[in-house]
């Protein structure tokens, strides 16, 4: 089957990121055909800072690799290497309603939170559908906050399918219940650019200063803890196995448990886990050569299945002229 998901360069790559996207992409990529890419075009929607936006590509591409993702295996490109991607976003705006984008949450999310309101962050989905279609992605592995991009991505390839012939694979969403939301240390969606993220790739003295903040509640020690909507139990549990999180429940329901004592586990438990994907990263950051390289092979590889599909729109919608 072929599998696609991007990520935006527009900051240090998190436990959301993470359990939500990459470990699913990584694994994927043992038995199916898998498209993983940097959306740098996305991330020049809120990031007017070019020599960060240069830097954090670099630095995405070299933890996507050392956490796992295998370029002999996958196609693994940077989104602006493969510059067809603008030209399909103009074919398909033609057949996107102006009210399937007006009413995108994420949209209205980002605005409020101060993103300038630009016609790039409002056509946003249509450069995902795009990106998407141009590949002739089935399944998309994202978190529960694109599941209405998605949905979008579905309506303008069957309105495109519609109106101008069969040219699309119609794609369908990825979302696995239990990583759908991972929360962030002040229990709202983890996430880049809110400053509640728990970065992958961080020094041991800044993931404790985090892992210490993570917000609790005020029950008493001598108290059950709650579960639901707890973010050190639901943190926790991205660790786990289903074993070791009935374990940690039954912890929590317990009296006595000191979210103190959790805090310190925690950040013992995720120092280890990525104890030798930091070892894989050092080496990769001192290697810029090999990720350069790697990167454009990549793109090269994704080109290939870009201009296929691309030509295919390009002839369905008549641009076809000089034949
Ligand atoms: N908290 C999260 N829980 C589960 N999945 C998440 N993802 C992001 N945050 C969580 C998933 O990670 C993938 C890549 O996301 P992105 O970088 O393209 O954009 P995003 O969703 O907007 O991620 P951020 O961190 O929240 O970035 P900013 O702050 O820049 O908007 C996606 O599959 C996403 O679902």
């Known amino acids: 089957m072929r599998i696609l998901s991007g990520?935006?360069?527009?900051?240090?790559?998190?436990?959301?990121?993470?359990?939500?996207?990459?470990?699913?992409?990584?694994?994927?990529?043992?038995?199916?055909?898998?498209?993983?890419?940097l959306v740098n075009y996305h991330a020049l929607t809120s990031v007017f800072d070019a020599p960060f936006l240069r830097r954090q590509t670099y630095e995405a591409a070299c933890d996507f690799l050392a956490l796992g993702l295998d370029p002999a295996k996958s196609v693994f490109w940077v989104q602006a290497d493969v510059p067809e991607v603008t030209e399909l976003t103009w074919l398909l705006s033609?057949?996107?309603?102006?009210?399937?984008?007006?009413?995108?949450?994420?949209?209205?999310?980002?605005?409020?939170?101060?993103?300038?309101?630009?016609?790039?962050?409002?056509?946003?989905?249509?450069?995902?559908?795009?990106?998407?279609?141009?590949?002739?992605?089935?399944k998309v592995p994202v978190g529960k906050d694109q599941k209405q991009h998605l949905e979008i991505t579905r309506d303008i390839a069957i309105r495109f399918n519609n109106t101008y012939g069969d040219t699309f694979v119609i794609p369908e969403p990825d979302i696995e219940?239990?990583?759908?939301?991972?929360?962030?240390?002040?229990?709202?969606?983890?996430?880049?650019?809110?400053?509640?993220?728990?970065?992958?790739?961080?020094?041991?003295?800044?993931?404790?200063?985090?892992?210490?903040?993570?917000?609790t509640d005020s029950t008493p020690v001598d108290q059950p803890k709650p579960i639901e909507g707890n973010p050190l139990y639901e943190i926790y549990a991205l660790f786990l196995d289903d074993r070791g999180k009935k374990e940690l429940k039954e912890r929590f329901?317990?009296?006595?448990?000191?979210?103190?004592?959790?805090?310190?586990?925690?950040?013992?438990?995720?120092?280890?886990?990525?104890?030798?994907?930091?070892?894989?990263?050092?080496?990769?950051?001192?290697?810029?050569?090999?990720?350069?390289?790697?990167?454009?092979?990549?793109?090269?590889?994704?080109?290939?299945?870009?201009?296929?599909?691309l030509e295919k729109?390009?002839?369905?919608v008549g641009l076809d002229y000089w034949n």
């Open 253 to 309: 329901l317990t009296p006595g448990l000191k979210y103190g004592d959790v805090k310190k586990e925690i950040l013992g438990v995720i120092w280890d886990y990525f104890e030798p994907y930091r070892n894989e990263r050092k080496k990769l950051a001192e290697d810029r050569q090999f990720v350069v390289d790697t990167m454009r092979e990549g793109a090269r590889k994704a080109r290939q299945v870009a201009t296929v599909y």
């Open 177 to 215: 219940d239990e990583l759908a939301v991972v929360p962030g240390i002040d229990g709202q969606k983890m996430s880049k650019s809110y400053g509640n993220a728990i970065e992958i790739f961080t020094d041991e003295k800044s993931l404790k200063k985090k892992v210490m903040s993570i917000k």
């Open 313 to 316: 729109a390009r002839r369905n």
């Open 94 to 138: 033609n057949v996107t309603g102006v009210g399937l984008l007006e009413r995108n949450h994420s949209y209205k999310d980002k605005t409020a939170k101060g993103i300038p309101a630009s016609q790039g962050l409002f056509s946003y989905p249509v450069l995902m559908a795009a990106d998407i279609l141009l590949y002739g992605a089935e």
């Open 7 to 37: 990520i935006q360069p527009s900051g240090s790559l998190h436990l959301g990121n993470y359990f939500g996207m990459m470990k699913r992409m990584v694994d994927y990529q043992e038995n199916n055909e898998l498209f993983c890419f």
